[in-house]
């Protein structure tokens, strides 16, 4: 993975500024593309600041499809190898890719009850859990509401992006990671 300084991904044409920061999203390459006409940006923070804005901003049902867009956490996806690099990285971490039969079952079972309980998958930024915690987590979000559940969404993909980000930008000056 390259590493540049906010100045250098300032500087890339539109295509390649895109290119370097479409894994920052999951399955979501249009969030880079579309930001990459608001530079130049003054810090790592500015720049995650106006991607966030650009999902936070999307009507309910563009935005129920981009949380579609990302997997269930120790889902069929990630056993089968069929997630980002990103994202099979970060499950990896807690061993999420390596779950034995009845853990597979557990949260198979836990991913589908939320899903159908919310319309979008249980969303984590799992680099903040162990695998205990995580499934402690998805067990206690399940008594949410919609709306409040659809806050924590976004605010662990805010958790996840400035991780994702702060891999991308030499001088990102992200504090608490």
């Known amino acids: 993975m390259n590493t540049r300084p906010i100045a250098d991904l300032n500087a890339l044409p539109p295509g390649d500024f ?11 390459d249009w969030v880079a ?3 990459s006409r608001d530079r130049p940006f003054m810090s790592a923070a500015a720049l995650h600041d106006a991607m966030l804005a650009l999902v936070k901003a999307l009507p309910e049902d ?6 579609n867009r990302h ?3 120790g889902g069929a996806d990630v056993r089968a190898g069929r997630v980002t690099a990103e994202s099979d990285a ?6 999420l890719n390596a779950l034995t039969v009845a853990q597979i079952a557990e949260w198979d079972e836990l991913n589908a009850a939320y899903k ?3 319309g979008f998958p249980f969303i984590l930024c799992v ?3 162990d695998q205990a915690s995580a499934l402690a987590a998805i067990r206690t979000r399940m008594n949410g509401t919609r709306d409040g559940e659809l806050d924590a969404a976004l605010q662990e993909i805010t958790w996840i992006t400035r991780y994702r980000l702060a891999a991308r930008v030499a001088d990102h000056g992200f504090a608490g990671l």
Not at 62 to 67: N, Q
Not at 90 to 95: A, K, T
């Open 18 to 28: 895109a290119a370097a920061l479409a894994p920052v999203w999951e399955n979501a």
């Open 33 to 35: 593309e579309k930001v």
């Open 62 to 67: 563009e935005l129920l499809a981009f949380l």
């Open 71 to 73: 997997p269930d956490l």
């Open 90 to 95: 970060e499950q990896g971490s807690i061993r």
């Open 116 to 118: 159908a309980r919310f």
């Open 127 to 129: 680099r903040r859990h």
